[in-house]
């Protein structure tokens, strides 16, 4: 199968997820999926059937946007998944599709994944704060899930776990595509749980916002759109980004 579009580090294909990732047969250190919710009437907005048994078949780790309604609506198709931790991406504004309900300002992530924890690639990358001094315990990374404290580090160096809720500015105004994600929500998650190097899959990959955020922090990445309009969008977007030979 020929790619849409291909550099070093991207392979764009055209063509639903659930023919064209088995042709692929490709195992992929993370998916970072942001599926269709079937949250609204519109036309493009369908839930692909069966797609997250499908993804489970190609990696062992998975980064899933959604809304509560969604995971609970579609719960019967993650059997095949263990659920590690959810991430709140909170946006400067919200849709208000409902007159009678809060204003949705929020979506979730939810990381997913399968077999044993020790074996999935999880790794926090710290941020900086405001450094103090302290003569408490400090927090650190070491055990999976929940850290382990320090009774003995009296010394801030100012560097923090980063927050489960993020406030990233939406894509409102200036996105490709509808649900268009910010490479400021994305970067985090790839950071996580793909190793530098490694290889991202976006079975949902819209204008291009995963495979852009993999390759600018030094993965690979494979994309697949079922859209040809958002294939020819990304392709314009990746090939923007890569420089001519010399």
Wanted: hydrophobic residues 35%; aromatic residues 8%.
């Amino acid at each position: 199968m020929d790619p849409y579009y291909a550099d070093d580090e991207v392979q764009l294909y055209l063509g639903d997820m659930r023919e064209v990732l088995p042709a692929l047969n490709v195992q992929a250190d993370l998916i970072v999926a942001d599926p269709p919710y079937q949250s609204t009437s519109l036309a493009w907005d369908r839930w692909p059937d069966g797609w997250p048994t499908l993804a489970a078949a190609n990696t062992n780790s998975m980064w899933c946007f959604g809304s509560m309604r969604m995971f609970l609506d579609r719960r019967d198709e993650f059997t095949a998944w263990r659920l590690s931790q959810d991430v709140v991406w909170e946006k400067h504004n919200g849709s208000g599709f409902a007159a009678d309900r809060f204003k949705r300002v929020h979506e979730i992530a939810t990381h997913w994944y399968r077999g044993d924890w020790r074996d999935v690639h999880h790794e926090v990358t710290r941020e900086r704060g405001n450094p103090t001094k302290r003569s408490g315990s400090a927090v650190t990374a070491t055990t999976p899930h929940t850290g382990r404290h320090n009774p003995h580090r009296s010394e801030d160096d100012g560097m923090r776990i980063p927050r489960s809720v993020q406030k990233i500015r939406s894509m409102h105004g200036r996105s490709l595509h509808p649900t268009e994600k910010p490479l400021g929500i994305l970067s985090p998650l790839i950071a996580y749980a793909c190793p530098p190097g490694g290889l991202v899959l976006d079975p949902f990959a819209g204008s291009g916002s995963t495979l852009d955020a993999a390759r600018q922090s030094g993965r690979r990445a494979i994309g697949i759109e079922a859209d040809e309009r958002y294939c020819e969008a990304a392709a314009r977007r990746l090939s923007a980004l890569t420089l001519p030979a010399a």
